[in-house]
Structures are given as structure tokens and as C-alpha cells.
T-cell receptor
Framework: KAGVTQTPRYLIKTRGQQVTLSCSPI?????VSWYQQTPGQGLQFLFE???????NKGNFPGRFSGRQFSNSRSEMNVSTLELGDSALYLC???????????FGSGTRLTVV | GENVEQHPSTLSVQEGDSAVIKCTYS??????FPWYKQELGKRPQLIID?????GEKKDQRIAVTLNKTAKHFSLHITETQPEDSAVYFC????????????FGQGTTLQVKP
């Protein structure tokens, strides 16, 4: 079965711009989480969605937002990009909320 | 706040030896502890997980142990092989009714042939 699909794989943006990243979970999975991975901070939780509702939000500024659609696909948006937003953004989905998350390959965002 | 500490940060072993990575979590309400393996340039892959109602779980050469009293959990890899070389992350699920995982900082395991 298909895994978690994230698009695009790579993205280069300029400071001040905004970006939207997409995540298609494994078929049947309704729980989707997003993480930011950087060499210095490791894996940090951004948001969690279940049945189109944001269940949790990590300690990130309001420039980071997300949503989940009725087909469980999810998007995250970062506005007014800063150099420090350069990171690998990972999406993970699971069948049972809170357990057994499968990660996608991520979107590598570079802000210049 | 919620925190997971992972040790060591790097680990080098000879092929065939065992490797042990340890994690400590702060939230006593945590009830789920997965381990992920991430090879260079690839996605984190779930290799084993344990829930708080179980003390130990084994899957072939990999095992995880959990000590809820001490808030410790460990990954044990036996008969290591060069393909085990990767970064390993432990994580703890936050308090119940959440999908939020708190990750450790990672351990770079190198298995020398």
C-alpha cells in the first residue's frame, strides 16, 4: 500500500514569502501530525489533526498553521518566512490516534 | 515541561556486538514509547514501540524495555550489522488523548564491519 506522500520534496523560498506543504496520509489513516526537523533542535512537534480538527499545537509562532481536509489530506502553511524556518518538514499518519505513526519522506524547505 | 533525554549521542560498535540506547522521559502520564531509525537522507522509520502496560517487547534482533517507575526506556540491538548504522530516535507520547510525540535528540550508531 502507498505510504505517506509529501509534496513538494524540495522547496527554495525567499525571506518574507509564504509556503504551503502538502501531506497525503496512508489510506484509512485519519490522524496526521507534522514535525520540523533541524540539526540543532531535532524533531519538534508542530501540529496534530484528527478528523479535520486540530487536536494539539506545538510551541511555534502563529506564522505556522495547518489544516486537514475531509479526505484526511493535510496542509501546513508558513507565512512571512524567516531564515530559521529552513528545515525538513515531516508529516506522519496513523490509524489509531497517538500510536504507530508512519512518516513521509518530508519536504526540505530552504529559505534564502 | 515535557522532555525526553537520550544517551549516548554517538555509539560505535563492532559488527556482531550489541548496542544499547537509553532514554528518560519527564511526563509520568506518557503511555507510548516508539523508536525510529533514520538513515541518511531518508524518512524516520518506526522499528519498534511499546505501550506502558508492557515491560518488554522483542522483535528479532531488536528489543525495548520500559521501567515506568524510573521513567526510563531502552533500545537493545543484538548481533549488530553494518546496515544497522543510522540515527536512532526515541520518543514518548505526551499525556493521553494526544498524538504528540516528544523526541529525544537522537543517537548516531555506527557498526564497523
Amino acid at each position: 500500500k502507498a505510504g505517506v506522500t509529501q509534496t513538494p520534496r524540495y522547496l527554495i523560498k525567499t525571506r518574507g514569502q509564504q509556503v504551503t506543504l502538502s501531506c497525503s496520509p496512508i489510506s484509512g489513516h485519519r490522524s496526521v501530525s507534522w514535525y520540523q526537523q533541524t540539526p540543532g533542535q531535532g524533531l519538534q512537534f508542530l501540529f496534530e489533526y484528527f478528523s479535520e480538527t486540530q487536536r494539539n499545537k506545538g510551541n511555534f509562532p502563529g506564522r505556522f498553521s495547518g489544516r486537514q481536509f475531509s479526505n484526511s489530506r493535510s496542509e501546513m502553511n508558513v507565512s512571512t518566512l524567516e531564515l530559521g524556518d529552513s528545515a525538513l518538514y515531516l508529516c506522519a499518519s496513523s490509524l489509531e490516534q497517538g500510536f504507530g505513526y508512519t512518516f513521509g519522506s518530508g519536504t526540505r524547505l530552504t529559505v534564502v | 515541561g515535557e522532555n525526553v533525554e537520550q544517551h549516548p549521542s554517538t555509539l560505535s560498535v563492532q559488527e556482531g556486538d550489541s548496542a544499547v540506547i537509553k532514554c528518560t522521559y519527564s511526563d509520568s502520564a506518557s503511555n507510548y514509547f516508539p523508536w525510529y531509525k533514520q538513515e541518511l537522507g531518508k524518512r524516520p522509520q518506526l522499528i519498534i514501540d511499546i505501550r506502558s502496560n508492557v515491560g518488554e517487547k522483542k522483535d528479532q534482533r531488536i528489543a525495548v524495555t520500559l521501567n515506568k517507575t524510573a521513567k526510563h526506556f531502552s533500545l537493545h540491538i543484538t548481533e549488530t550489522q553494518p546496515e544497522d548504522s543510522a540515527v536512532y530516535f526515541c520518543a514518548a507520547r505526551g499525556s493521553s488523548n494526544t498524538g504528540k510525540l516528544i523526541f529525544g535528540q537522537g543517537t548516531t550508531l555506527q557498526v564497523k564491519p
